[in-house]
């Protein structure tokens, strides 16, 4: 019942917040990419699903996508992202993805100049994340999207950690402190 009330109430926050002040807002869905898939990611697919499905704003996908030598090859000995099969979208994401504006990055933020190019063009001031992982890509989008005065709002029963339930909800506290408490939701 619980489960229930939440996802009712996330649709009815995204169907009455911004409808008059004139600016937009977006929804980005962080990394549900193959590379990424595990329990917890899958978990999360079907609120995404609904959030997009509901969600009267700009949607936009990002992926990651490591290049050779980076930070991630170099340092953490981690080239995984360099396969086009670990950048694709979840399978289960693919029909609700399709028409959706897709930007790629290659680091812990997904706020790219594309990304900024895009959201002036369409006087976007208000981003909902959801995505993984809540505890990295999560987190400092969020605090980059603060730090450039965008009203950040954090979907947490869409967002999932790989690290685990814990780190999730860290995160998930963290961010209530970070860009305020009504805005994870």
């Known amino acids: 019942?619980?489960?229930?009330?939440?996802e009712y109430f996330i649709?009815?926050?995204f169907v009455n917040q911004n409808k008059d002040d004139g600016m937009g807002k977006a929804l980005l869905v962080i990394d549900m990419q193959n590379g990424f898939k595990h329990e917890?990611?899958?978990a999360i697919v079907d609120n995404i699903v609904k959030l997009v499905?509901?969600?009267?704003?700009k949607v936009i996908f990002t992926l990651f996508v490591d290049v050779p030598n980076s930070m991630f090859e170099t340092e953490l000995n981690w080239p995984k992202f360099q396969s086009e099969k670990a950048q694709r979208l979840f399978k289960e994401l693919e029909p609700i993805a399709d028409g959706k504006l897709k930007v790629k990055h290659n680091g812990y933020t997904v706020l790219?100049?594309?990304l900024?190019?895009?959201?002036?063009e369409n006087n976007i001031d208000t981003v909902y994340l959801s995505g993984v992982y809540t505890d990295v890509c999560v987190v400092k989008t969020a605090m980059d999207l603060f730090d450039e005065g965008f009203k950040t709002k954090v979907v947490a029963n869409a967002c999932a950690s790989l690290h685990g339930d814990n780190n999730h909800?860290?995160?998930?506290?963290?961010?209530?402190?970070?860009?305020?408490k009504g805005n994870v939701i």
């Open 169 to 180: 909800k860290y995160a998930i506290d963290s961010l209530k402190h970070i860009i305020g």
């Open 112 to 114: 790219t100049d594309e």
């Open 116 to 120: 900024r190019g895009i959201f002036k």
């Open 11 to 13: 649709i009815i926050i």
């Open 53 to 57: 499905k509901t969600f009267d704003g």
């Open 40 to 42: 917890s990611s899958e």
């Open 1 to 6: 019942m619980e489960k229930l009330y939440r």
